[in-house]
């Protein structure tokens, strides 16, 4: 009896090892893509990935360091729109700095590869600075440059922790308030955004955008491991390049759908999809400038990927600063392939 039940349990496992057929992969559904430093990728099964991040954070306990995950902070003002002031948590720093605790406060964070000198952390802080008054403080994760994608999945939920640990001691011995900060990433970032509201004390955030939140090695069944719309008072995703680098089901509350969500126009040949992953920062930071582009509400996000939400206009607009009191829901928004890419007024 016995040996029949140690050849059952081989039997089962040689068929859960058996490769799923490219033509029944389906990214974040049975599986993973998971994106190279090169633009290639390559498919793991969601046992294989699984197994793959449990090696590596166990790997990173036994080795004694719960490997660094370094967070540095850059304030940018008014008074200093373009030179970034190293910013810790000690009164000294903050008080040597330009951070107004009077004025409203955005984080803004990066994704793979990424560092605080990206072209999205210029765009969005230029936006917002060119609105008013407003403390950006850009993040810098150093564990998002690892060669290997998974590696930077893991550092995730340290990072976030850090980002939460910088906002508590704002608001706790700097005035800081919550309800005018607001929480922007990209990708991985949008990730790490989520764990920062997840950690922050004496209630949650006031916003957390996600632009294109990243899919590889993040599960949609799974939202305590991810962005999701609980993370602060209001969620928004700009939801671009769908299946592919980002998630196309819905992350926010309010989760918008340029061009239907999976690939965007003026990304030709976009075999990697970083073109239209990259776009949600340009969107984003064009919305925060001009509020400029105009939504059609769906039934569900199926409607809005396949842009059957009809023709009218819903009066919510993407990015828009209104949205936390307002918005729930999908939405499909019209794009153009060159900016200015909203459709206006």
Do not use: C, F, M
């Given at each position: 009896m016995k040996v029949v039940i140690v050849l059952a349990i081989c039997a089962l496992t040689a068929v859960a090892a058996v490769p799923i057929p490219e033509d029944q992969r389906v990214n974040g559904e049975n599986g993973w893509y998971i994106p190279k430093v090169d633009g290639s990728s390559y498919w793991v099964s969601t046992e294989e990935g699984e197994q793959m991040l449990a090696d590596l954070e166990k790997k990173e306990e036994m080795e004694g360091r719960i490997l660094p995950v370094p967070v540095t902070f850059y304030l940018y003002t008014n008074k200093n729109p373009s030179k970034g002031q190293k910013i810790t948590e000690t009164a000294k720093?903050?008080?040597?700095?330009?951070f107004d605790a009077n004025n409203p406060t955005r984080f803004v964070i990066h994704g793979w590869t990424q560092s605080y000198t990206a072209g999205m952390n210029k765009d969005i802080r230029a936006?917002?600075?060119?609105?008013?008054?407003?403390?950006?403080?850009?993040?810098d994760w150093a564990r998002a440059r690892s060669?290997?994608?998974a590696s930077s999945v893991v550092a995730v939920p340290k990072a976030g922790q850090k980002v939460a640990s910088m906002i508590n001691y704002l608001v706790e011995k700097h005035g800081m308030?919550?309800?005018?900060?607001?929480?922007?990433?990209?990708?991985?970032?949008a990730h790490v955004a989520g764990f920062a509201g997840k950690n922050t004390k004496n209630g949650l955030l006031h916003a957390i955008v996600g632009?294109?939140?990243a899919l590889p090695l993040f599960s949609y069944n799974k939202p305590n491991k991810r962005l999701n719309s609980n993370d602060a008072q209001y969620v928004e995703s700009i939801q671009t390049n769908g299946g592919g680098l980002g998630f196309l089901k819905p992350i926010g509350k309010g989760a918008f759908y340029p061009n239907g969500?999976?690939?965007?126009?003026?990304c030709p040949l976009d075999v990697t999809g970083a073109c239209s992953h990259a776009r949600s920062c340009a969107y984003y930071a064009e919305s925060v400038a001009r509020d400029d582009f105009p939504s059609m509400r769906c039934g569900d996000y199926q409607e809005a990927v396949k842009d059957k939400c009809g023709s009218s206009y819903s009066g919510v607009k993407m990015g828009a600063v209104t949205n936390a009191y307002m918005v729930a829901g999908d939405f499909y928004v019209p794009v153009h392939s060159s900016a200015p890419y909203g459709f206006g007024a």
């Open positions: 720093s903050i008080n040597n700095s330009d936006a917002w600075l060119g609105r008013g008054k407003y403390n950006v403080i850009i993040v060669v290997e994608y308030s919550l309800e005018t900060t607001e929480v922007i990433g990209h990708s991985l970032g632009l294109d939140p969500g999976k690939s965007q126009p003026g």
